[in-house]
T-cell receptor, first 117, second 114 residues
Framework: NAGVMQNPRHLVRRRGQEARLRCSPMKGHSHVYWYRQLPEEGLKFMVYLQKENIIDESGMPKERFSAEFPKEGPSILRIQQVVRGDSAAYFC???????????????FGPGTRLTVL | GDSVTQMEGPVTLSEEAFLTINCTYTATGYPSLFWYVQYPGEGLQLLLKATKADDKGSNKGFEATYRKETTSFHLEKGSVQVSDSAVYFCALSDGKGGGNKLTFGTGTQLKVEL
């Protein structure tokens, strides 16, 4: 069973360009979380999605960032008009269908390291 | 809001030494608590977890006990190996917002030397 896949592993963009990060959850997982890790810091929650729905985007910056998890295909985190402060590692995690009152384990991908020049 | 505080690193130990990495948390209700490990260039791997007070999570010789009275979840291992060198993250999930988003500490780097 393949783990969580993220691509690309490394992405370099110039200021003002768009960055598109992809995440394929583990087979059978319908919940996806995106986290950002700035240098020398812990991971910060960005957004939580289920298929075709954004459930919690309380950690997403209000502008330039968007996320989707279509019925078919990977989840996409898109950053428009990137700035140097967007340079970070972006991690995706997936979990299976969650029952009320339970805490399912999140399985993390290897991350995409974004560098903005 | 929720928060997790970990001891700062790096922590440098000799092989076979005893390890403690302190973790305390602030949260409403009864969160679930986790330790994740990150090896260089890789994503996070779940090391252990505990979902209620007094639970002890354990894996690969590591263990941590959920202490509600002290709001702590300290990670311990009796005898570390060079292969344990990594960054360790303490995290919590309170189950609010319709999901199980994780709140992480800043991480503690562990270096184990021969």
């Amino acid at each position: 069973n393949a783990g969580v896949m993220q691509n690309p592993r490394h992405l370099v963009r110039r200021r003002g360009q768009e960055a598109r990060l992809r995440c394929s959850p583990m087979k059978g997982h319908s919940h996806v979380y995106w986290y950002r890790q700035l240098p020398e810091e812990g991971l910060k929650f960005m957004v939580y999605l289920q298929k075709e729905n954004i459930i919690d985007e309380s950690g997403m910056p209000k502008e330039r960032f968007s996320a989707e998890f279509p019925k078919e295909g990977p989840s996409i985190l898109r950053i428009q008009q990137v700035v140097r402060g967007d340079s970070a590692a972006y991690f995706c995690a997936s979990s299976p269908r969650q029952l009320a009152g339970t805490t399912d384990t999140q399985y993390f991908g290897p991350g995409t390291r974004l560098t903005v020049l | 809001g929720d928060s997790v505080t970990q001891m700062e690193g790096p922590v440098t130990l000799s092989e076979e030494a005893f390890l403690t990495i302190n973790c305390t948390y602030t949260a409403t209700g009864y969160p679930s608590l986790f330790w994740y490990v990150q090896y260089p260039g890789e994503g996070l791997q779940l090391l252990l977890k505990a979902t209620k007070a007094d639970d002890k999570g354990s894996n690969k010789g590591f263990e941590a006990t959920y202490r509600k009275e002290t709001t702590s979840f300290h990670l311990e291992k009796g005898s570390v190996q060079v292969s344990d060198s990594a960054v360790y993250f303490c995290a919590l999930s309170d189950g609010k917002g319709g999901g199980n988003k994780l709140t992480f500490g800043t991480g503690t780097q562990l270096k184990v030397e021969l």
